[in-house]
């Protein structure tokens, strides 16, 4: 399409696509309620009382800052701008893709609600203090050399190709780790990792005692020969025919395994990730990370389940353990 102007005041309901126009500037009050793509466009700046309800995709445009406290109701693309710097307050309400730009830091205050968030190839150097992100951090081919205290990533962590040389103790991750092509040398001990675990091309030459990995571990191209005391993994054990003299010194965990993270302040129960708030008797308050909404999690002390609400929690655990007896043990009717 050829359009190259809007006019003011304009509301648009659904998505809108103005992908590769030749449109240069959005108008004065324009209002999204679904997603707004502008790739491709000449665009450079956005104006300051611009309100987006769903996705806004800037990728591959001219723009090279933007307004003060904007909100996206979902997802923002920056990918392959000229953008170096974000605002303050930036709130985002599923992920943020910043690979391929300019970006150096992270604003003071940026909130990324319930998604992921992207900053391969970037040069970016630090990471704030105590970052929680709810989807995957991917920080693949970027100059960084450490995380931060008190990280916490709900999803994946892709550490390949950076300058990592360790990890800090308290560092929570719900999904895999991917730490291929680091100069790495040790893990810290009583790590759990909520999916895979990859330490492929790494100097690396031993594991951590009490190490968890609940998905695949690769230990392909380390220098790692022997499996420490306490090693659980969930998923296969990968390795090159011989590399280790004791491949079978590790409990593989069930199908539905719990994992645990910070003596209990998180947990993944059946694939989901979340944060206890609250526990009464053996019913636990949580809910995931980054968002408000609350769900309910029970125990009969082995088991775990969760629900929408607690009656919902409770028949989930009833069903895992199939066991009405084990059940009434430990519940009393609401």
């Not at 999204?32 to 445009?61: A, E, M, Y």
């Not at 991917?138 to 300058?163: A, E, F, M, W, Y």
């Not at 395994?257 to 053996?282: A, P, R, V």
């Not at 389940?305 to 007896?325: F, I, Q, W």
Request: net charge negative; hydrophobic share 35%.
């Amino acid at each position: 399409t050829q359009i190259t102007q809007l006019p003011d005041n304009l509301t648009v309901y659904g998505y809108f696509d103005l992908s590769n126009t030749q449109i240069i500037q959005l108008p004065n009050n324009l209002e999204v309620r679904g997603g707004l793509n502008l790739s491709g466009t000449q665009i450079t700046q956005l104006p300051n009382n611009l309100k987006v309800g769903g996705s806004l995709d800037l990728s591959n445009t001219l723009i090279t800052q933007l307004p003060y406290s904007l909100t996206v109701g979902c997802s923002l693309n920056l990918s392959n701008t000229q953008i170096n710097k974000l605002p303050d307050n930036l709130t985002v309400g599923k992920g943020l893709n910043l690979s391929n730009t300019l970006i150096t830091q992270l604003p003071n205050n940026l909130t990324v609600v319930d998604g992921f968030l992207n900053l391969s190839n970037t040069p970016i150097t630090q990471l704030l203090n105590n970052l929680t992100v709810g989807g995957y951090l991917d920080l693949g081919n970027t100059p960084i050399t450490q995380l931060p205290n008190n990280l916490t990533v709900g999803g994946s962590l892709i550490l390949s190709n950076t300058q990592i040389t360790q990890l800090p103790d308290n560092l929570t991750v719900g999904g895999s780790l991917n730490l291929s092509n680091t100069p790495i040398t040790q893990l810290p001990d009583n790590l759990t990792v909520g999916g895979r675990l990859g330490l492929s091309n790494t100097p690396i030459s031993q594991l951590p005692d009490n190490l968890t990995v609940g998905g695949d571990l690769f230990l392909c191209g380390t220098q790692i020969t022997e499996l420490p005391n306490n090693l659980s993994i969930g998923g296969e054990l990968i390795t090159h025919e011989g590399q280790l003299t004791n491949p079978d010194n590790f409990k593989k965990l069930p199908q539905n395994h719990t994992l645990i993270w910070q003596n209990g302040k998180y947990i993944k129960i059946d694939g989901i990730f979340s944060e206890f708030i609250k526990k009464k008797g053996n019913v636990y308050i949580a809910r995931k990370i980054g968002r408000n909404d609350l769900t309910y999690v029970v125990t009969d002390g082995v088991n775990f389940a969760h629900g929408e609400t607690v009656k919902e929690a409770k028949e989930s655990l009833l069903y895992k353990v199939s066991d009405r007896n084990v059940f009434e043990k430990f519940f009393t009717k609401e």
